[in-house]
């Protein structure tokens, strides 16, 4: 078993080696982590601390950074098509993290999933993007802790 006394969700401090400080930010849940952190700690946090259902199947949406225009009906299809099968399968659907590209779709569409199924299973939707390219990360250190 792995030690959860690691996840102490307020000790993250800007000049501290990174390992794992999960927070929750406006109902959204979020971790800093070191490339060497042992992927058996990730999973632990996900599952125990967060409370997500292990996955049946891991479904990883790659590609380029580039902007696009999706036809709307192919939109429709895609963004239907990775809800329901995330859905029935108890999928995560894990990304690059950032807002463009297909990363970009994939994020609609876990939102607009959200929005208008209120009563049905939730998508876990996973984005694993460097620090450097998270926006306003600033705010997401707390400098007041020793």
């Not at 996900?46 to 380029?64: A, F, K, R």
């Not at 299809?77 to 995330?86: N, S």
């Not at 939730?122 to 705010?139: S, T, Y």
Request: hydrophobic letters at 40%.
């Amino acid at each position: 078993a792995v030690n959860t006394s690691i996840f102490n969700k307020f000790a993250h401090k800007k000049k501290k080696n990174t390992k794992t400080f999960p927070h929750c930010l406006s109902g959204v849940f979020y971790v800093r982590v070191s490339a060497d952190t042992e992927a058996t700690v990730l999973y632990q946090l996900l599952t125990e601390q967060w409370g997500l259902s292990p996955p049946n199947l891991l479904i990883s949406v790659t590609g380029g950074a580039n902007n696009f225009y999706l036809k709307s009906h192919l939109k429709k299809v895609f963004y239907r098509g990775l809800m329901k099968i995330a859905q029935t399968t108890g999928a995560w659907i894990i990304t690059g993290g950032t807002n463009v590209g297909v990363m970009r779709h994939v994020g609609q569409a876990v939102k607009d999933f959200a929005l208008s199924n209120t009563k049905q299973k939730e998508i876990a939707a996973i984005g694993v993007a460097p620090w450097g390219a998270i926006h306003n990360r600033e705010k997401l250190v707390n400098e007041e802790v020793s």
